[in-house]
């Protein structure tokens, strides 16, 4: 069973969460303190952190800045601070995903599992899952993951459906609203800004994988489209 690390210091919160995670299949360990949080981390058990952003010793975002610099273990941050400056912070720092409060368990362990099954944790296997070569780009639609130039992409949630998205028509061009309507409808109060970040965030996972390539274009005024490229796995570095 999945090893979910939650930290929450709302007793009621924390225990609807380990109820509903724990009737889903997943283990849960409970921690109040961010320092514990890392303590946990650094232990290597844990398929997924849970985050709240107002932990009693330090912010979930100072937590989740140091967890980058020795963990890529995935986080989903669950927190009260609804609004886009905080949302964008939590994912330019390394969130895979980001749920306001008051919240479904049910949506939180469904979105527990996507982020899972995009990183390997999969109900099907990945020789199960049909996938697509587009160029550089091998796409596993099932399992919500994308491969580029010969590597798994460790994507956000919104990163994934972002590039899917551009993926679905190479070299066609994307606005930033048909991005936003299609990619974040369920979050209304969301702006351009964020597909910008987005966009740069992307870019950066990619040009990790194959500096010499930069397939994704900025058409100014118009929006953004990504081209295939070569499918070839000597481009990595």
Request: proline share 5%; with cysteine; charged share 25%.
């Given at each position: 069973?999945?090893?979910?690390?939650?930290?929450?210091?709302?007793?009621?919160?924390?225990?609807?969460?380990?109820?509903?995670?724990?009737?889903?299949?997943?283990?849960?360990?409970?921690?109040?303190?961010?320092?514990?949080?890392?303590?946990?981390?650094?232990?290597?058990?844990?398929?997924?952190l849970?985050?709240?952003?107002?932990?009693?010793?330090?912010?979930?975002?100072?937590?989740?800045?140091?967890?980058?610099?020795?963990?890529?273990?995935?986080?989903?941050f669950?927190?009260?601070?609804?609004?886009?400056?905080?949302?964008?912070?939590?994912?330019?720092?390394?969130?895979?995903d980001?749920?306001?409060?008051?919240?479904?368990?049910?949506?939180?362990?469904?979105?527990?599992?996507?982020?899972?099954?995009?990183?390997?944790?999969?109900?099907?296997?990945?020789?199960?899952?049909?996938?697509?070569?587009?160029?550089?780009?091998?796409?596993?639609?099932?399992?919500?993951?994308?491969?580029?130039?010969?590597?798994?992409?460790?994507?956000?949630?919104?990163?994934?459906?972002?590039?899917n998205?551009?993926?679905?028509?190479?070299?066609?061009?994307?606005?930033?609203?048909?991005?936003?309507?299609?990619?974040?409808r369920d979050?209304p109060?969301?702006?351009?800004?964020?597909?910008?970040?987005?966009?740069?965030?992307?870019?950066?996972?990619?040009?990790?994988?194959?500096?010499?390539?930069?397939?994704?274009?900025?058409?100014?005024?118009?929006?953004?489209?990504?081209?295939?490229?070569?499918?070839?796995?000597?481009?990595?570095?």
């Amino acid at each position: 069973m999945p090893n979910i690390l939650l930290a929450e210091d709302e007793s009621a919160i924390a225990d609807t969460v380990i109820y509903a995670l724990g009737s889903e299949g997943f283990q849960v360990r409970h921690c109040l303190l961010g320092r514990d949080v890392l303590q946990q981390a650094r232990s290597g058990q844990f398929d997924l952190l849970v985050l709240d952003v107002g932990l009693p010793d330090m912010s979930g975002f100072d937590v989740c800045r140091e967890l980058r610099r020795f963990s890529s273990l995935p986080v989903i941050f669950l927190t009260a601070r609804g609004g886009e400056i905080d949302r964008l912070i939590g994912l330019e720092i390394g969130a895979d995903d980001y749920m306001v409060k008051p919240f479904s368990p049910r949506e939180l362990a469904a979105r527990i599992r996507v982020v899972l099954r995009r990183l390997g944790h999969a109900e099907a296997t990945p020789e199960a899952a049909p996938t697509a070569t587009l160029g550089a780009f091998e796409q596993d639609q099932i399992g919500m993951r994308i491969r580029y130039a010969g590597q798994m992409l460790q994507l956000t949630r919104y990163e994934y459906l972002l590039l899917n998205m551009l993926l679905s028509r190479p070299g066609g061009i994307f606005t930033r609203n048909q991005l936003m309507d299609s990619i974040w409808r369920d979050a209304p109060d969301t702006t351009d800004r964020t597909v910008d970040t987005h966009i740069k965030t992307l870019r950066i996972k990619l040009k990790a994988v194959a500096p010499m390539l930069d397939l994704i274009h900025t058409h100014r005024g118009l929006g953004y489209s990504v081209e295939p490229g070569v499918n070839d796995k000597s481009a990595t570095p």
